[in-house]
């Protein structure tokens, strides 16, 4: 079964870290975009970040662009989430998802959740002013 799981999420101050972790089962995630997005309660489902395989391309959400920096672990079907300087607004429930097929995030297409087909249950992130 294609699987997978957030963890790492938790209640941290502003201007704290927290590094999220995304492991995946069931199939060969180094051969796969793996993207993170989240949601704020009442508001709809935002992109953060999308890793491409092989690490060839990433991007990024305008909002967390030079405090979050997403990674992966080769081999060991596993991406990061490293978050840092913290703002009130980055509270949310953060999901990883895997696009659809074996490609790498493109600029046109990569913050719709469209393009993913198999999502994590999710990891809750507060950040406290």
């Known amino acids: 079964e294609v699987q997978l799981v957030e963890s790492g999420g938790g209640v941290v101050q502003t201007g704290g870290s927290l590094r999220l972790s995304c492991t995946a089962s069931?199939?060969?995630?180094?051969?796969?975009?793996i993207g993170w997005f989240r949601q704020a309660p009442g508001k709809e489902r935002e992109v953060v970040s999308c890793?491409?395989?092989?690490?060839?391309?990433?991007y990024y959400a305008g909002s967390v662009r030079g405090r979050f920096s997403v990674s992966r672990a080769s081999a060991k079907g596993t991406a990061f989430l490293q978050m840092n300087s913290l703002k009130p607004e980055d509270t949310g429930i953060y999901y990883c998802?895997?696009?659809?097929?074996?490609?790498?995030?493109?600029?046109?297409?990569?913050?719709?959740?469209?393009?993913?087909?198999?999502w994590g249950p999710g990891t809750q992130v507060t950040v406290s002013e």
């Open positions: 998802a895997r696009v659809t097929t074996g490609r790498a995030c493109e600029r046109s297409w990569w913050s719709s959740p469209d393009h993913y087909d198999t």
């Open positions: 069931g199939f060969t995630a180094d051969e796969y975009a």
């Open positions: 890793i491409s395989p092989s690490d060839r391309s990433t």
